[in-house]
């Protein structure tokens, strides 16, 4: 909506629709009358007591303002419903959401926080600062109404110079349009320029997000080091940046430093403990590191937090399923397999659920009902049913190592090592299966030779691409899928080659149809990668398939 806040405000908000969401009536009655007395239009105004009645009402009708209580009582919280709310595109980037709580705890604040509302009201709320707020919000959101539908559309490189022109005029606004356009650069894949403008705007003034964001650049260039002090520099002075404790976990994971990566989750976890995700990463951490009783705690919080979460997934009752087996309680263990099988109904949580159980059986003495999970697995595999993804790969894998099907526990392992060979963090865990099963010497080898085969395969069909040799690298690229279906960089890779193939020799419907289904797995399999969006738009102006 695009109405300008004149006379307090009054045009706005008589044109606008807005929702409340509180489970006492007489704070929705007070509210209803705030709003009122600000202008807006009776029959405009709905409202809602839970959690299930907010999220059908945003499913049947566009607001223009949310005013949402935090705490809700049994069910969804107001965090969980904005959570929600975004994850099923129930609100528009024009939406203002305001979380409304009598609260006023650290909990609750950095809880709310971190899902990111427009504004965060403490109760009583009057008229003149709710239309103040709203009028701040609307002029924040005005700047961005262009750019937000250019990213709606995927066009980041319009996005990009719109934030520049928009930049050049609007000095209020300059800071935040520069941080949009950075996360443009970044999503895109221009992490150079994206390092640049970073630089940038921490000339100006040292803003963390800024201080971030230079962090991820040199986490995506591979410079650990340079990403751990900057981070660790970041949380010290800004001791409530969430994101950051996040991210320096991911380094020192990534640099081996276990310890250290618990150790900042604890601290993010001590400012907000209710981070249903930060609390599994918690929970999966402490399991590799064998410190279960820290496991099973954060796993159950997970469960806890997440029940009413729209983001809720099966890996909090595979992980607290795993935990209580290694601690002897294989009872428990398939209890919650059982649970989760009845929470998550697929044949991927089917799979991922009996990978687990067969390790449950091989951990707790049970050999032969180990063994027979593992036949039954295999079966799968050999008749191409099992969509295994990294975990399930590597958890398979293990079962059918410690159980005595090595030949084709090492196939999967190998196949994993070739579809990941650039990422270290995967290669990682797949040397952690080879040391728990006794075979740590064999794993280095064969995680080294079948990556240096991957790369290989990748770089024939590209490099025939280059040379101008368009059928040889589709032909090249085909081979190497048969060898790595799950490899995001070759899936956008072989794209790319495809489509430079048909820019020169005229498009062919075959050919662009494999193009989309490349595309479309890779974005299943890695979503958000920049590539995707830029090789679909080259797709699409060939024409519609």
Request: hydrophobic share 45%; with cysteine; proline share 2%.
């Amino acid at each position: 909506m695009n109405i300008e806040m004149r006379d307090g405000g009054s045009d706005f908000f008589a044109a606008s629709k807005f929702l409340i969401v509180d489970d006492f009536q007489g704070m929705r009655s007070m509210l209803a009358t705030v709003l009122r007395n600000c202008g807006a239009n009776p029959r405009s105004i709905d409202s809602a007591a839970t959690g299930s009645e907010a999220v059908a009402l945003l499913r049947r009708n566009r607001y223009d303002v949310v005013l949402c209580d935090f705490n809700l009582g049994p069910g969804q919280n107001g965090m969980q419903i904005l959570e929600e709310a975004r994850f099923r595109q129930l609100i528009g980037p024009g939406c203002c959401w305001i979380m409304v709580t009598a609260e006023k705890t650290n909990d609750v604040f950095m809880s709310a926080a971190e899902v990111q509302p427009d504004a965060y009201l403490v109760k009583p709320v009057t008229e003149s600062i709710l239309s103040g707020r709203i009028q701040k919000i609307l002029a924040r959101k005005e700047a961005f109404v262009e750019i937000d539908q250019a990213i709606a559309a995927r066009d980041y490189q319009k996005a990009v110079r719109l934030c520049d022109e928009r930049a050049a005029s609007d000095k209020a606004n300059a800071i935040e349009l520069l941080r949009v356009k950075c996360e443009l650069l970044m999503q895109s894949g221009q992490t150079d320029k994206a390092r640049a403008s970073y630089e940038k705007a921490l000339s100006v003034r040292e803003v963390p997000w800024a201080q971030l964001g230079l962090a991820k650049t040199c986490v995506m260039a591979g410079a650990l080091e340079e990403a751990r002090s900057l981070l660790e520099t970041l949380v010290d002075h800004q001791r409530t940046y969430l994101e950051a404790y996040d991210v320096l976990a991911q380094v020192y994971v990534a640099l081996g430093e276990m310890d250290r990566a618990e150790s900042i989750l604890e601290r993010a976890l001590s400012l907000s403990p209710n981070s249903h995700v930060r609390q599994r990463t918690m929970g999966e951490l402490a399991l590799r590191t064998g410190k279960l009783d820290r496991a099973e705690s954060a796993f159950r919080k997970t469960l806890s937090l997440s029940e009413h979460s729209a983001r809720k997934t099966p890996d909090a009752y595979l992980g607290l399923a795993k935990t209580v087996s290694s601690k002897a309680n294989p009872g428990e263990a398939l209890q919650l397999l059982e649970q989760m099988g009845k929470t998550f109904d697929s044949e991927a949580v089917r799979l991922k659920a009996k990978s687990v159980q067969g390790l449950v059986y091989q951990q707790n003495g049970q050999p032969e009902k180990a063994r027979a999970v593992a036949r039954e697995l295999v079966g799968l595999i050999e008749q191409g049913d099992a969509g295994l993804d990294s975990t399930v790969t590597r958890e398979v894998a293990e079962l059918l190592l410690s159980t005595g099907e090595q030949e084709k526990g090492l196939a999967l392992l190998q196949a994993e090592v070739m579809n990941n060979p650039e990422d270290a963090a995967a290669l990682a865990l797949v040397r952690e299966v080879f040391r728990k099963t006794g075979l740590a010497d064999e794993g280095d080898e064969l995680v080294e030779r079948s990556r240096q085969e991957a790369m290989e395969m990748m770089n024939a069909g590209t490099l025939l691409a280059r040379d101008g040799h368009y059928v040889e690298a589709v032909t090249k690229m085909r081979e190497a899928l048969l060898r790595m279906p799950r490899n995001v960089r070759l899936l956008f890779n072989s794209a790319h080659v495809m489509l430079a193939h048909m820019e020169k020799n005229g498009a062919d419907a075959a050919l662009l149809q494999e193009v989309r289904t490349h595309l479309l797995t890779a974005n299943q399999l890695a979503p958000g990668e920049s590539r995707f969006a830029v090789l679909m738009s080259k797709l699409e102006a060939f024409g519609k398939v």
